[in-house]
């Protein structure tokens, strides 16, 4: 049979697979709270104009609350052969109210309809995410002030490199994190437009009121111009590109919690709530979560290109096409909200062995550099120059099978005969944090400013 909503020009229904490719309602059921808060505001405003009676309207409200209802408690039933969710609204409110109910949709087209309850539902998804992402934040702040003094190697290209504090390295995080909450938040101020009222792509000529639709959905605006609201999803992509950046740090820290809780490593252990066993292997923990994490975000990046490739060459105004753009946001949403949780549990969760990496990071010449230093400050040496004695040092102490700090003064003599005893102060892995006190260096004392800041900054955000 012909469609309930646009029969008057069909004599026959679609054929199954017309409808299958076609229909959108399985996943786009997501959209209905955002579907009947645009319908309130855009038949309040009808009202407001007078295209609607006030017993219209009241019919609408309540047409509405009754099928808000009936969704939230599992009653709706949705069908396949009213396509998508706007339809399925509408026509099961007209089926309640009757003539009011097909007024509705005077000066609307679903194409400015689903803009507005896309940008609608991606609005939340930010917020969401973005106190997720704030949590995190609390999370890594906490324990890194816990741990502002405990020294880990610092590693580039994963070799030891100088010694570092754990706090530190939480805190790197937290500052990324934040970059991730900017782009979120300049995501969401473009997003802030109401497409609504734009219609199919050419605008209307009834009288509406753009201005308060958009307050009402509580948009900055009205959007400017109705091709562009009614076809570009960029707000989508925007917002996909966010989480992709995101869930790439996710991804980076959870690397480093599979590096550092393995035996080798053994820099933290993760308890029973977030490890895995084996089914052969009794001695096994396994990170799965971690490893998890490190992997959703290849999701995310393939839902921002897959978006990317639907958009791409699309002519104005609105396509069917981008009827293919809520599964990859909703699905980049889920895996990034799923990533956050459990990295909040994670880094909660997870015991530093401070014995262990403190060993660790007075080990492979980690203060070869403070040695180097010390040259250039105490002897004047140029540092090209102090770099190359230092090397030869560390090349005397690799062949004895010792730290350079085991080296006697005479060793080093050898080297530079400037040196005296006061070079083994700065030697050890304490010595070399503490001397990092360079603006956002590794030093305990910026750590705990840094931590304490960031805590007082997120309890007001
Ligand atoms: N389900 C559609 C979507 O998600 C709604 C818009 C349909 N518009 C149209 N002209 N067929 O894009």
């Not at 690397?255 to 009794?282: H, K, N, Q, Y």
């Not at 459990?342 to 203060?367: Q, V």
Request: aromatic content about 6%; charged content about 25%.
């Amino acid at each position: 049979t012909a469609n309930a909503q646009w029969g008057g020009r069909f004599a026959g229904g679609p054929s199954a697979i017309m409808q299958d490719i076609n229909a959108s309602i399985n996943f786009d059921k997501a959209l209905w709270r955002q579907d009947i808060a645009g319908s309130l505001a855009h038949a309040a405003m009808l009202a407001h104009v007078g295209i609607l009676s006030a017993d219209e309207l009241a019919a609408i409200r309540a047409g509405l609350a009754g099928i808000g209802a009936e969704i939230e408690a599992g009653r709706f039933t949705f069908s396949e052969e009213l396509e998508d969710i706007h339809m399925n609204i509408e026509a099961r409110l007209s089926e309640r109210i009757g003539e009011a109910g097909k007024r509705l949709h005077t000066a609307r087209s679903r194409n400015d309809q689903v803009a507005t309850d896309f940008r609608l539902w991606v609005r939340d998804a930010i917020d969401g995410i973005d106190a997720q992402a704030r949590a995190l934040m609390h999370a890594l702040a906490t324990r890194a002030l816990a741990h502002a003094d405990t020294v880990m190697p610092g590693f580039t290209h994963l070799q030891t490199a100088q010694p570092v504090t754990f706090g530190h390295h939480l805190m790197a995080y937290v500052e990324m994190l934040a970059r991730d909450r900017g782009r979120l938040a300049d995501a969401r101020r473009r997003l802030n437009e109401c497409p609504l009222g734009s219609a199919a792509l050419a605008g209307t000529s009834f009288p509406i009121d753009r201005r308060m639709t958009a307050d009402a959905l509580g948009f900055d605006r009205p959007t400017a111009n109705s091709l562009d609201a009614v076809s570009d999803r960029d707000f989508a992509l925007e917002y996909l590109a966010a989480l992709t950046i995101l869930g790439m740090h996710l991804s980076r820290l959870a690397e480093e919690i599979v590096i550092w809780c393995s035996a080798p490593f053994g820099f933290i252990r993760l308890s029973d709530a977030f490890t895995s066993g084996s089914s052969i292997m009794p001695q096994k923990r396994n990170p799965d979560a971690a490893e998890l994490v490190r992997a959703k975000v290849g999701r995310v990046a393939g839902s921002l290109v897959g978006l990317l490739t639907v958009m791409k060459g699309l002519p104005l105004a609105y396509a069917k096409d981008s009827q293919e753009d809520k599964e990859p946001v909703f699905d980049a949403t889920d895996a990034t909200a799923l990533s956050l949780a459990a990295m909040d549990g994670m880094i909660r969760d997870l015991t530093p062995d401070a014995g262990r990496m403190r060993a660790l990071a007075g080990s492979g010449f980690s203060t070869a550099t403070d040695l180097a230093d010390w040259l250039v400050r105490v002897l004047r040496v140029p540092f090209r120059t102090a770099h190359h004695v230092t090397g030869r040092i560390v090349s005397r102490a690799e062949a004895r099978g010792v730290d350079i700090a085991d080296l006697t003064l005479e060793e080093m003599q050898a080297e530079e005969p400037g040196i005296t005893a006061d070079v083994f102060s700065v030697l050890t892995v304490d010595a070399s944090i503490a001397s990092r006190t360079s603006e956002g260096g590794t030093a305990p004392v910026n750590v705990r400013a840094q931590a304490t800041a960031w805590l007082a900054r997120l309890e007001k955000d």
